[in-house]
């Protein structure tokens, strides 16, 4: 056959799975760049900033002074 230019069967399999592979990695990546662009913006339920600071607290990141600060600064009156 002169279409095949004398590649094997095995030689074909290999060019239609990397063919996949490299549709399905650009798939990916444009899903990647679309879920990323819609979540930048969107504030998810559940993180006032009161919560991040108590957890923060209590998995020993920040200790009782900076926790007392951090809350202070977070509920001043302007």
């Known amino acids: 056959m002169l279409w095949s230019n004398g590649m ?3 030689d074909w ?3 239609i799975l990397t063919m996949v592979a ?3 990695m ?3 990546g ?3 760049l679309f879920r990323g ?3 930048a913006g969107v504030r998810q339920p559940g993180h006032d900033p009161d919560r991040v600071l108590d957890e923060e607290f209590a998995r020993g ?3 009782a002074e ?3 600060a951090r809350h202070n600064v977070l509920h001043a009156r302007h």
């Open 8 to 10: 094997g069967w095995v």
């Open 13 to 15: 399999l290999l060019m």
């Open 22 to 24: 490299l549709w399905a």
């Open 26 to 28: 650009v798939a990916f």
């Open 30 to 32: 444009i899903l990647a």
């Open 37 to 39: 662009a819609s979540d």
């Open 61 to 63: 990141r920040i200790d």
């Open 66 to 68: 900076e926790y007392r």
